[in-house]
């Protein structure tokens, strides 16, 4: 299930989203909904099934007992994406600027959700993640990507330290955020290649996925602060590494 506005029309929008059922809790609500199919091709609405009018109060218990979801009176039933294999990803980006995070055990699916926020915000083509100890495609994470989920690629690997390898064998700099690092994230500026690596809240990131990257950079803050949420870190980063050099 997802649910929101944004979350929804974004997926309406992506021919790649199956859509199993499409619910309204209200007269505005569905009247919305009609207005944006209108926008889209008479394919995709041909391939899109009926609004259905739900209770709203079965709409607020979507995301779980114990939570309570901000629909905005809408929500779909869907399947998952399915992500091209990395190769394939990078097949169609040889030779060309690209802006990739990869996301080390970061878990939590609105972390995650606000990180695709930022990442679409600025340019980044997919978001790479692992099978195990990543955050899976849910409502939660789709609703605070606010519609970037279906604009971007969310992929998943066996290994990242291997994933590093092959965005290396394809010229992409790999930079690691981490308190510790020796640049700033200042030096990410004019970089066209670029991954940058965010490790999970409090432990950050694992030591092979440290290893592996180029560079190390940090985010300088305030000593009396402990550290960055990580939606926040990745947000500043690709923000530095979108200004102009010598600005």
């Not at 995709?44 to 629909?71: E, F, M, S, T």
């Not at 394939?88 to 996301?103: A, E, I, K």
Request: hydrophobic fraction near 45%; charged fraction near 20%; glycine fraction near 6%.
């Amino acid at each position: 299930m997802i649910w929101g506005r944004h979350a929804l029309f974004a997926a309406l929008e992506n021919n790649d989203r199956r859509v199993a059922q499409i619910y309204v809790a209200s007269d505005d609500g569905e009247s919305e909904l009609q207005s944006h199919l209108g926008t889209l091709s008479p394919d995709r609405c041909n391939n899109l099934p009926p609004i259905q009018r739900i209770d709203r109060q079965r709409l607020d218990a979507i995301a779980g007992p114990h939570d309570k979801a901000v629909h905005q009176g809408m929500a779909a039933a869907v399947w998952p994406v399915e992500p091209p294999h990395l190769d394939d990803f990078l097949g169609l980006h040889q030779d060309t600027p690209l802006r990739l995070l990869l996301l080390d055990h970061v878990s939590d699916p609105r972390n995650v959700g606000a990180i695709m926020r930022s990442a679409r915000a600025f340019g980044v083509a997919a978001v790479i993640t692992t099978f195990r100890h990543a955050a899976e495609e849910n409502g939660a994470l789709a609703r605070a990507a606010s519609g970037a989920l279906d604009h971007l690629y969310y992929l998943q690997v066996t290994n990242l330290a291997r994933a590093i390898e092959r965005l290396q064998q394809d010229h992409i700099t790999v930079a690691g955020l981490a308190g510790d690092g020796d640049m700033t994230v200042a030096s990410l500026s004019g970089i066209d290649r670029l991954a940058i690596v965010l490790g999970a809240e409090g432990s950050g990131l694992r030591r092979l996925s440290r290893d592996h990257c180029d560079h190390l950079v940090r985010i300088d803050i305030d000593h009396n602060s402990d550290s960055l949420n990580v939606s926040n870190a990745a947000a500043i980063a690709l923000y530095a590494a979108s200004i102009p050099p010598n600005r």
